[in-house]
């Protein structure tokens, strides 16, 4: 058997979605798949505007902006994450500042948080790794302490909970992917959640996601020419994009229990071997979340055994893969001034972690061969 590690998952409506899209002669952007799309999320998540956009990076490219940041802003992120969270804010001449996980879930430590919280901190960007939330009531009581904005980057989170509020519609911006790597895929595409009541912010993200036009304002006939009113760039998925989007986004919870069955499978058999001095921890949810299922990784005991883990795999096909190189030692980082042991938890987790095969149209037969796989490899060490 051979496994993959990631396999893209079809509903079987994309295709005529996107034969509509181009029957109606709107393959540009805002057209009616991507008015569909983005009307359905803010009903299904309840949020108040969405915007959809390029990508996730994008949607945290507009965010950044829209808050106001510049030189000598500070933003507090985990250093465990993928670049776009710490490009969007250095795009606009602020600074990134990289805070420790939590052992836990590896998502960002609230006390560190507040440890790294200057006269100059903007804002914070929590990252929900694998679709697990960060401590979200924490976090909103920081933010309320200091004044200061939260923009959720959700781009593995789309369709995952922290109590009763789905994740990106938690603080001010929340951001999301539709990548082909994630959950619901558009190919490259993503959404910005506005959860501010505020009519002109919303206002000025339609017109930076615009060319810095006011173009909304004439296609809702509030203007009859629309003109150049603000910086901007070119934020705005084609509609066929969004036709496929929609095809993925109708299935959002088939598309989650398809996942669900996987991650349990996994997790009720290989949470048993934690501890068998090998394995010392697999992904896990807190109570007081509901996740998407994105993604199950086991933490081994230390770099050198999950080395030998990944290439055992790879000998019996299987395409297990690490994740994040933590932005604070990556070589931008150590360009920022940053030392590989500045988050020692965050440099030690990482280069512990294996992440495994992991897709909606995985079947039953493949999980089983992955976990017997590693349950073989545990007796060889
Ligand atoms: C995938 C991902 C992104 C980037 O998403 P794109 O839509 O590909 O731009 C940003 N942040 C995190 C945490 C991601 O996993």
Same mark, same amino acid.
């Not at 109590?163 to 959950?183: A, E, Q, V, W």
């Not at 619901?184 to 017109?207: H, K, Q, W």
């Given at each position: 058997?051979?496994?993959?590690?990631?396999?893209?998952?079809?509903?079987?409506?994309?295709?005529?979605?996107?034969?509509?899209?181009?029957?109606?002669?709107?393959?540009?952007?805002?057209?009616?798949?991507?008015?569909?799309?983005?009307?359905?999320?803010?009903?299904?998540?309840?949020?108040?505007?969405?915007?959809?956009?390029?990508?996730?990076?994008?949607?945290?490219? /507009? +965010?950044?902006?829209?808050?106001?940041?510049?030189?000598?802003?500070?933003?507090?992120?985990?250093?465990?994450?993928?670049?776009?969270?710490?490009?969007?804010?250095?795009?606009?001449?602020?600074? $990134?500042?990289?805070?420790?996980?939590?052992?836990?879930?590896?998502?960002?430590? $609230?006390?560190?948080?507040?440890?790294?919280?200057?006269?100059?901190?903007?804002?914070?960007?929590?990252?929900?790794?694998?679709?697990?939330?960060?401590?979200?009531?924490?976090?909103?009581?920081?933010?309320?302490?200091?004044?200061?904005?939260? /923009?959720?980057?959700?781009?593995?989170?789309?369709?995952?909970?922290?109590?009763?509020?789905?994740?990106?519609?938690?603080?001010?911006?929340?951001?999301?992917?539709?990548?082909?790597?994630?959950?619901?895929?558009?190919?490259?595409?993503?959404?910005?959640?506005?959860?501010?009541?505020?009519?002109?912010?919303?206002?000025?993200?339609?017109?930076?996601?615009?060319?810095?036009?006011?173009?909304?304002?004439?296609?809702?006939?509030?203007?009859?020419?629309?003109?150049?009113?603000?910086?901007?760039?070119?934020?705005?998925?084609?509609?066929?994009?969004?036709?496929?989007?929609?095809?993925?986004?109708?299935?959002?919870?088939?598309?989650?229990?398809?996942?669900?069955?996987?991650?349990?499978?996994?997790?009720?058999?290989?949470?048993?071997?934690?501890?068998?001095?090998?394995?010392?921890?697999?992904?896990?949810? $807190?109570?007081?979340?509901?996740?998407?299922?994105?993604?199950?990784?086991?933490?081994?005991?230390?770099?050198?055994?999950?080395?030998?883990?990944?290439?055992?795999?790879?000998?019996?096909?299987?395409?297990?893969?690490?994740?994040?190189?933590?932005?604070?030692?990556?070589?931008?980082?150590?360009?920022?001034?940053?030392?590989?042991?500045?988050?020692?938890?965050?440099?030690?987790?990482?280069? +512990?972690?294996?992440?495994?095969?992991?897709?909606?149209?995985?079947?039953?037969?493949?999980?089983?061969?992955?976990?017997?796989?590693?349950?073989?490899?545990?007796?060889?060490?």
């Amino acid at each position: 058997m051979n496994i993959p590690f990631n396999k893209i998952y079809f509903t079987g409506k994309e295709l005529n979605y996107i034969e509509d899209a181009m029957l109606r002669e709107q393959i540009a952007g805002d057209g009616y798949y991507t008015k569909i799309v983005s009307s359905y999320l803010e009903c299904e998540f309840g949020i108040k505007k969405v915007l959809m956009t390029t990508s996730a990076t994008h949607a945290l490219e /507009i +965010s950044s902006m829209l808050i106001g940041l510049g030189p000598g802003d500070e933003v507090i992120m985990p250093s465990f994450t993928f670049p776009s969270t710490a490009n969007a804010v250095m795009l606009q001449g602020a600074t $990134p500042v990289f805070a420790e996980i939590k052992e836990n879930t590896l998502n960002i430590d $609230p006390y560190d948080i507040e440890k790294k919280i200057t006269p100059k901190t903007r804002a914070i960007m929590p990252v929900h790794y694998g679709g697990v939330t960060c401590d979200m009531d924490e976090i909103m009581s920081i933010s309320q302490k200091y004044n200061l904005y939260v /923009i959720e980057d959700a781009a593995q989170g789309v369709n995952s909970k922290y109590k009763n509020k789905y994740l990106g519609t938690i603080g001010h911006l929340g951001c999301y992917s539709f990548h082909g790597t994630k959950n619901y895929v558009s190919g490259e595409g993503g959404a910005i959640a506005i959860n501010i009541d505020d009519s002109n912010l919303i206002e000025r993200a339609e017109i930076i996601r615009q060319k810095g036009t006011n173009r909304n304002k004439f296609l809702i006939g509030e203007i009859d020419k629309y003109s150049w009113v603000d910086i901007g760039s070119s934020y705005i998925p084609s509609d066929i994009l969004m036709a496929i989007l929609y095809a993925q986004i109708q299935e959002l919870d088939s598309i989650k229990s398809k996942r669900e069955h996987i991650y349990r499978m996994y997790f009720d058999s290989l949470s048993d071997c934690i501890d068998n001095g090998i394995l010392r921890g697999v992904s896990q949810i $807190p109570k007081d979340c509901s996740s998407n299922y994105h993604l199950f990784y086991l933490l081994l005991e230390s770099e050198s055994i999950k080395d030998k883990m990944l290439s055992k795999l790879k000998k019996l096909n299987i395409n297990a893969t690490t994740h994040f190189q933590p932005l604070h030692s990556s070589y931008m980082g150590q360009k920022l001034g940053y030392q590989p042991f500045d988050l020692p938890l965050t440099e030690n987790l990482s280069r +512990s972690l294996i992440r495994l095969p992991l897709y909606s149209s995985m079947t039953e037969e493949e999980s089983l061969y992955v976990i017997q796989s590693i349950e073989k490899t545990f007796k060889e060490f």
